[in-house]
């Protein structure tokens, strides 16, 4: 686990590099065409869905979106009262998709960093694969990931 002073010499370092990507997860009733209602909402007010993961069970959809516009997207929500929370995910690209995840998988489990969950993005800004990671220390797996050769995406690298 990184220390306290690991991850504050990683947060000052990283604040020069512009905003974390971040990510809305919206709650939805677990409906035909509540997924769509979503994305055409978005869609309407010109809002492009860059990244998306769906987790359902008998009541409940929980949406995971990487948008443009995260915050047009939060006043949207706000506005039309859907319930969803924001929080920074980490962003890589991967060179070779083949050696890369295994790559980048081994600098986290020998920085002891935990992944909450995964999934790739819909778009390649540099051409590459892109994953989207839940850190359990942000700040510190950036560190080192960018040490390991991986190039970290902020959210200026995907908005408009």
Not at 13 to 30: D, H, I, M, W, Y
Not at 38 to 56: E, P
């Amino acid at each position: 686990m990184p220390t306290n002073a690991q991850r504050k010499a990683s947060s000052k370092s990283n604040a020069a590099k512009g905003c974390p990507v971040r990510q809305l997860t919206v709650f939805l009733q677990n409906r035909v065409g509540a997924l769509m209602s979503l994305v055409k909402l978005l869609a309407d007010h010109h809002v492009a869905v860059l990244g998306l993961s769906l987790q359902d069970n008998t009541e409940l959809a929980i949406v995971r979106l990487i948008v443009s516009a995260p915050y047009d997207a939060h006043l949207l929500f706000i506005e039309k009262g859907i319930a969803h929370s924001i929080i920074p995910v980490t962003v890589i690209e991967l060179q070779e998709t083949e050696t890369s995840l295994p790559q980048a998988l081994s600098a986290l489990l020998g920085a002891e960093i935990n992944i909450a969950f995964s999934y790739p993005l819909l778009i390649r800004p540099g051409q590459n694969a892109v994953l989207v990671l839940h850190l359990d220390a942000a700040d510190f797996g950036e560190e080192v990931l960018t040490k390991s050769g991986f190039k970290v995406l902020r959210q200026e690298d995907l908005s408009r």
